[in-house]
Nanobody
Framework: QVHLVESGGGSVQTGGSLRLSCVAS????????MAWFRRTPGKEREGVAA???????AYAESVKGRFIISQDNAKKTLYLEVSSLNPEDTAMYYC???????????????????WGQGTQVTVTS
Protein backbone atom coordinates (compact mmCIF):
# COMPACT_ATOMS: atom_id res chain seq x y z
CA GLN A 1 0.00 0.00 0.00
CA VAL A 2 1.35 3.39 -0.99
CA HIS A 3 1.86 5.99 1.70
CA LEU A 4 2.91 9.60 1.32
CA VAL A 5 4.02 11.51 4.41
CA GLU A 6 4.77 15.22 4.26
CA SER A 7 6.86 17.24 6.69
CA GLY A 8 8.74 20.51 6.92
CA GLY A 9 5.89 22.97 7.23
CA GLY A 10 5.84 25.71 9.81
CA SER A 11 5.34 29.37 10.50
CA VAL A 12 7.68 31.89 8.87
CA GLN A 13 7.75 35.60 8.27
CA THR A 14 7.28 37.22 4.88
CA GLY A 15 10.37 36.65 2.79
CA GLY A 16 11.27 33.46 4.61
CA SER A 17 11.96 29.98 3.29
CA LEU A 18 11.11 26.39 4.09
CA ARG A 19 11.91 22.97 2.69
CA LEU A 20 8.98 20.60 2.47
CA SER A 21 9.53 16.86 2.18
CA CYS A 22 7.31 13.99 1.15
CA VAL A 23 8.47 10.45 1.83
CA ALA A 24 6.82 7.81 -0.32
CA SER A 25 6.64 4.13 0.52
CA UNK A 26 4.94 0.98 -0.63
CA UNK A 27 5.66 1.15 -4.35
CA UNK A 28 8.15 -0.39 -6.76
CA UNK A 29 7.34 1.47 -9.99
CA UNK A 30 10.27 3.08 -11.80
CA UNK A 31 8.14 5.70 -13.50
CA UNK A 32 6.02 8.28 -11.78
CA UNK A 33 4.66 11.75 -11.62
CA MET A 34 4.74 13.45 -8.24
CA ALA A 35 3.40 16.87 -7.42
CA TRP A 36 2.71 19.42 -4.73
CA PHE A 37 -0.68 21.01 -4.27
CA ARG A 38 -1.92 23.52 -1.75
CA ARG A 39 -5.28 24.47 -0.34
CA THR A 40 -6.47 27.42 1.68
CA PRO A 41 -9.91 27.39 3.35
CA GLY A 42 -12.42 28.98 1.02
CA LYS A 43 -10.24 28.56 -2.07
CA GLU A 44 -9.89 25.83 -4.62
CA ARG A 45 -6.97 23.44 -4.46
CA GLU A 46 -4.05 24.73 -6.50
CA GLY A 47 -1.38 22.74 -8.25
CA VAL A 48 2.01 24.14 -7.27
CA ALA A 49 4.66 22.04 -9.02
CA ALA A 50 5.22 18.61 -10.53
CA UNK A 51 8.12 16.36 -11.46
CA UNK A 52 8.32 13.12 -13.36
CA UNK A 53 10.73 10.24 -12.90
CA UNK A 54 13.07 11.73 -15.54
CA UNK A 55 13.28 14.97 -13.60
CA UNK A 56 11.15 17.10 -15.90
CA UNK A 57 9.49 19.82 -13.85
CA ALA A 58 6.51 22.12 -14.18
CA TYR A 59 5.32 25.00 -12.03
CA ALA A 60 2.29 27.15 -11.45
CA GLU A 61 2.84 30.71 -12.64
CA SER A 62 2.28 32.00 -9.12
CA VAL A 63 5.36 30.21 -7.77
CA LYS A 64 7.79 30.27 -10.68
CA GLY A 65 11.17 31.60 -9.60
CA ARG A 66 10.34 31.15 -5.91
CA PHE A 67 9.65 27.41 -5.48
CA ILE A 68 11.81 24.50 -6.57
CA ILE A 69 10.60 20.93 -6.80
CA SER A 70 13.12 18.10 -6.67
CA GLN A 71 13.36 14.44 -5.79
CA ASP A 72 15.74 11.83 -4.49
CA ASN A 73 14.63 8.62 -6.15
CA ALA A 74 16.95 6.49 -4.02
CA LYS A 75 15.30 7.85 -0.87
CA LYS A 76 11.84 7.93 -2.48
CA THR A 77 11.52 11.49 -1.27
CA LEU A 78 9.99 14.50 -2.95
CA TYR A 79 11.00 18.01 -1.94
CA LEU A 80 9.64 21.50 -2.37
CA GLU A 81 11.91 24.39 -1.52
CA VAL A 82 9.74 27.43 -0.97
CA SER A 83 11.31 30.86 -0.74
CA SER A 84 10.38 34.54 -0.89
CA LEU A 85 7.22 33.53 0.92
CA ASN A 86 4.32 35.92 1.30
CA PRO A 87 1.05 35.63 3.22
CA GLU A 88 -0.74 34.46 0.05
CA ASP A 89 1.39 31.30 0.22
CA THR A 90 -0.22 30.32 3.52
CA ALA A 91 -1.92 26.98 2.93
CA MET A 92 -1.90 23.26 3.65
CA TYR A 93 0.58 21.71 1.24
CA TYR A 94 -0.03 18.19 -0.04
CA CYS A 95 2.05 15.85 -2.10
CA UNK A 96 0.44 13.58 -4.65
CA UNK A 97 1.69 10.70 -6.77
CA UNK A 98 0.83 8.52 -9.72
CA UNK A 99 2.93 5.54 -10.77
CA UNK A 100 3.56 3.75 -14.06
CA UNK A 101 3.24 7.04 -15.93
CA UNK A 102 6.06 8.50 -18.00
CA UNK A 103 5.02 12.14 -17.97
CA UNK A 104 2.96 14.39 -15.74
CA UNK A 105 0.57 15.61 -18.42
CA UNK A 106 -2.23 17.78 -17.07
CA UNK A 107 -0.96 17.40 -13.52
CA UNK A 108 -2.60 20.61 -12.28
CA UNK A 109 -6.01 19.01 -12.63
CA UNK A 110 -5.17 16.93 -9.59
CA UNK A 111 -6.15 13.49 -10.85
CA UNK A 112 -3.64 11.58 -8.73
CA UNK A 113 -4.18 8.20 -7.16
CA UNK A 114 -2.27 8.84 -3.94
CA TRP A 115 -2.23 11.78 -1.57
CA GLY A 116 -0.51 12.65 1.67
CA GLN A 117 -2.11 14.20 4.73
CA GLY A 118 -0.52 17.60 4.24
CA THR A 119 1.83 19.94 6.06
CA GLN A 120 0.80 23.46 7.05
CA VAL A 121 2.73 26.50 5.90
CA THR A 122 1.84 29.80 7.55
CA VAL A 123 3.43 33.06 6.45
CA THR A 124 3.07 36.08 8.72
CA SER A 125 3.55 39.68 7.70
Amino acid sequence: QVHLVESGGGSVQTGGSLRLSCVASGYTARSHCMAWFRRTPGKEREGVAAIDSDGNTAYAESVKGRFIISQDNAKKTLYLEVSSLNPEDTAMYYCAADFFVNRCGRWWVGDFAYWGQGTQVTVTS
